[in-house]
DNA sequence: GCGACAG
DNA sequence: ATCTTGTCGC
């Protein structure tokens, strides 16, 4: 797939904020995902002992959930992990992993969060802005924003508030099991980005494709270890 | 100063 | 994110 260079990639914190600034405005909340047929799901591993991140990418047919596509990079972390930045750590390996992948997904969902960020610019907006591809963050933790206590059957979900604004959901996957926080990236808004995340559900507290991408990047992780 | 803080 | 086994609860 091919990726255009939207900006170099920053090592400066100051000027990764600066790009930040930059582009949030650029991001559309609204936009239809009907017809989506083709859903990736993308997450990362890291090895502290080599300092390298895995990126993982998983391509599902959608609404069928079937697996059609997976790759992988890799990468030396260069910028230090700062809740708020987390884009320009895991950024370029991503883009690296996603550049392999042979046919242009409808959507991608991110680990981590979209506009539920206090910038509201999280890795799922500025990942979906690069690709210009509609994207969702789901994220296992709040980064920021408030919201009231969650009902705990499967399916319950209150909004999450940032800045007083409706930012995204807090969304229980699974009954009793600690919710995950989806908010939209690029080109989609809250109710899609909720509704995508609730169809790509299989039993389990994280959407399909992204799980599948979870354990691949982990499983590439384990044998790139020096015996 | 203190608490919070995606991965 | 990662370090890490068994264990308590559903």
């Keep these: 797939m091919e990726i255009a260079d939207l900006h170099p990639w920053p090592e400066d914190q100051s000027e990764a904020l600066e790009i930040q600034y930059r582009f949030r ?129 499967q399916g319950a979900n209150v909004p999450l508030i940032v800045d007083n604004k409706d930012s995204g959901r807090v969304y229980r996957t699974r009954e009793k099991v600690k919710p995950v926080i989806i908010s939209p990236g690029h080109r989609c808004g809250i109710n899609d980005a909720v509704n995508v995340v609730a169809k790509c559900l299989q039993g389990y507290r994280i959407p399909e494709p992204m799980r599948a991408a979870h354990r691949l990047a982990n499983r590439i992780k384990r044998n790139n270890k020096k015996p």
Excluded: M, W
Aim: glycine share 10%.
């Design 25 to 153: 405005d650029e991001i559309i909340t609204t936009g239809s995902l009907n017809g989506v047929g083709l859903i990736a799901g993308v997450d990362t591993a890291f090895d502290h002992n080599t300092d390298t991140l895995f990126a993982s990418v998983c391509v599902f047919n959608f609404p069928d959930l079937t697996e059609c596509e997976r790759v992988s990079d890799s990468g030396k972390a260069i910028f230090p992990y700062v809740p708020g930045l987390h884009a320009f750590r895991e950024g370029p390996v991503i883009l690296k992993a996603l550049a392999r992948i042979r046919t242009r997904p409808d959507l991608i969902i991110f680990a981590g969060h979209g506009i539920a960020h206090p910038r509201r610019f999280g890795l799922a907006c500025h990942l979906g802005l690069i690709l210009d591809i509609p994207s969702v963050g789901c994220a296992r933790k709040r980064l920021t924003g408030q919201h009231d206590e969650i009902d705990p059957e």
